[in-house]
């Protein structure tokens, strides 16, 4: 360790090799001083008022020198303390810079180990797909209209034009509320077997032109397998104007299949039967997962059936007193289930009714 | 239904490929859906949708071929060979139920394996091949559509037919071996003793061919649809001759299928054919309808020239008068579902095809409008999913135990049960959602996936007298950690006060002054570990730990937390509109109170007592900590409150703070408190 010799030697260059000696010790002592520590060690060794050695090079060098020589080495001494300060702080920024890269060194972490993930709900995949078809129709200038799931035979059935006992009502099971044995027919409650009741119900009320979409929960005397279930979602509309065609229907349709599953989409159509629409059709669009060269959702052809169509027939003008001659319309309606199935590759319908965490979790 | 092109063929020319006809049907409304089998003996599965029961055979096929590509269909005609009257009188006692009954008598026949090329015809079309008497009656049916059947005449007695309803306790063997109890509704064909076939459903086993028939009476009738759906359902039979008659057969072709049949007979198995019997009870209208152009282009939106559509008609059956623009239509006896012009203008747009009307887009007139609730309802949805739960669907049918035990209100209305249930455990509508979801946290618990956070929103059921009242409701649950464990850190179990904190947030989205908790809860919940809130006296929500007794009885080993919503009366309440305050510029102080409080003073008191001190800088007032044991006496707990100081327009002196601080700390005297020294 450095210490401060006595001079017996005053001249320039005797005090100038002094001084480089202490700055050379200086300097290699301060890298010594790696921790915050020993650097202030050092410091405090060094700068010290109370036998510092600066204090001391002041005590045996300016005060030790003969008096012809005192204001030469004065001189000297006080260059050299400035260098030293000089020194003695460039090490201090170095001991800083050196002492956080270490701190830091010792937070670092395994980044690699998994985020801490708060958890997100999910939408429910068939709402998930309802919420879009609704925004494609609503941003078409459809409102959105709703009615009970519990119906009576009148909404369900015969203002729709399937009258008593027709064939047509065997191709929709229903599920029936208990005790209604003694009411007439038509006020017999059920469970609606389609969301069409809140078409008549919208008519009812409103004076055209009516433009609707009727989302919601309709219920089946289906025993539940990978493609039934007694509850599923449908998706109807409505359009009726003074002025609606067949040709407006395909229109609609088209658009909102290319707004849905994109604007490569086609759609085709053909003749089909559903009592409340004349003509009735059945819509089919190109396979949106494929393109058209045939997979699982498809089947191999291309095609997928999504819509049920047709003209409002105008028997179930009669029933809501809009006048036939004058007013026409469409009317459409879907699975939600079936779409959302073919979207998100599902193969079990029941999946949607478990609340499987694993399962709605893969929707996020 | 099974057809073969190449029976078609028999009937109809087309200059296209069969592949191109099956394309060209399915897109005019007979749907070919599937193919089978190779070149002559091809056949297609066909969906005929069940208004066309005209197009249900292979005649009726080959008729829209005819339209589609404008060529000729071969017409009808069987020739027989009469050898003299029948005798057999036919008796309609029933107008309404039948409405014609045709018959012929073929005497002599040598009843054996049907001939190889209908036998064949048959099996392709996946019919069995049984005789060729039995056989003719099958092909007919899918030739031309119309169905018939054969009795063996030496079995009918008393020498004539009668088409009754049945007699009250009277019985007959059909020819499936089933003996059959009738109706005085049952429309049945008689002999003068007995009944010999359920009209338009099934023969009789008593009267059917044998291989030792020798005479034969064929049947060719039209009977009433609904009456024979009416017995065809009560008897849970589903025949071939019942879809047909069901849905409306021709009355019109009655004669033509009875020649057809005994034509086939005697090809086939010999014998001589007598003149037939025609008995006409009543005749159905053919309407003729008028029909306007103008009206085909104001439906469909495209202009179709007169030419085409009277062409499109013609060729359909219908007979056409008039050139256009009127025209005036009379409908073929086979086209029972044609009664309107709409139904003619279908007729046109599916032959003229509907790939050729154009797509339009109608002019738009009038807004959008939301549901009343729209914007509420998405609130609830966006907050629960942000909450952390995820979004489910359960079943709208629970047990009868639990739609009157998860009741959510005392009193409840009687539950909805389903006449025909899927099955008991489904065999009411649902009351609550509480059980739905119980349900799935059990299916969840069962397959290891132990933190679960649901939430469905839903309608709920209940009688009001006649009528079903229908609720919309939402309940959410959760069970497993508020935390997961891990390598971060120790894992933190859910408890009641993460649900009540997920209730605030709920409410928070409404304008609810004055929300107030208390122990109001039914009997499902822990009785010390729920709560039900209220706004304004109304209850809008019921929450806490499901009762560990329930919880035991579903075979839920962890705790469950759960909650009832009563949106309904939420919306009653307007959303929240957020408003700038500004904030103030001057600290706030705070000051930490610990005090020692009686058990049974709940923070609900103090925080009432502070308020009614009307303190305005106090704006807030924060339960820092509770402890109980130590020190601390039996019958009482540590109580650490920290309240908050500030004011909007100063900074607040020293004196202030500590009067306000005294006035605190009586406050809380007042309820049996003291600072803690």
Redesign the interface.
Known sequence: MYTVPKLEDFSPAALDAAAAELLAALVAESHAAADPRSFEEFRNRWMARKNGVLTQVNDLWLKAAPSPAKRDVGQRVNALKQRAEALVAEAEQLAATAALGSKLKSETIDISLPGIERPLGVRHPVLRTLDELISVFVKMGYSVAEGPEVESDYYNFEALNFPPNHPARDTQDTLFIANQEQRAQRDRLLLRTHTSPVQIRTMEKLVPPVRVICPGKVHRNDAPDATHSPVFHQLEGLCVDTNITFGDLKGTLDHAMKSLFGSAVKTSFRPSFFPFTEPSVEVSISCPFCGGKGCRPCKQSGWIELLGAGMVDPNVFGFVDYDPKKLSGFAFGMGVERLAMMTYNVDDIQQFFYGDMRFLEQFA | MKISPNWIRDLVSPAATDRDVAEAL????I?IEGYFGEGADQTWEAEI????VDAMNHYGVAREVSAIYDVDLAPLAPTVAECGPANFPILIEDAEGCARYTARIVRGVKVAPAPAKIAHRLELIEQRSISNVADASNYVLNEIGHPTHAFDLDKLEGGKIIVRRARAGETITTLDGVERKLLPEDLVIADAVKPVAIAGVMGGEATMITFSTHNVLVESAWFD??SI??TARRLGMHTDASHRY??GADPGITQLACARVAELIVASAGGSVSAEVDAVARTLAQPRIALASSEVK?????EIPPAEIARILHRLGFKVEGSGPEFHITVPTWRLDVE?E??L??EV??IYS??K???????????????PN?RKQAALRSR??????????????IPQEDARYFAVSAGAAEP???????SEE?SF?RTTLVPG?L???A??LN?G?S?????EA??V?AMRG???D?HNSLAFVSTGGARPS???GKPEPLSFFHVKGDIEQLLAAFTAPGVTFDRTVPAWLHPGRAARAQIAGNTVAIFGQLHPEVAAARKLKQDVFIAVVFVEALYQLALRQPAYTPISRYPAIERDFSFVLPEGVEFESIRHKLAALSIAELTAILPAETFRGGSLAAGSYSFLLRVRFQSAERTLRDDEVANWSQQIVSAVETLGGSLRQ
Request: hydrophobic share 45%; no cysteine; net charge positive.
């Open positions: 399915t897109v005019s409304g749907a949708t069940t208004n066309r649809p609904a759906r009416r069901e849905r104001r439906i469909l939106g495209v309107r709409i139904d203008i279908e747009a599916r509907f790939l009307i154009p797509n339009t887009l109608p002019s738009f007139a009038g807004g959008v409008i939301e549901l729209a629960l999913l942000s909450l952390g739960y995820n979004e489910s669907l359960s079943s709208t049918f909805v049960r389903i006449a025909n249930p899927l489904a509508m979801l349900l799935q946290v299916y969840n397959r996936n933190d679960v956070r649901l939430f839903g309608h059921y006649e009528a079903v229908e891990g390598v971060h």
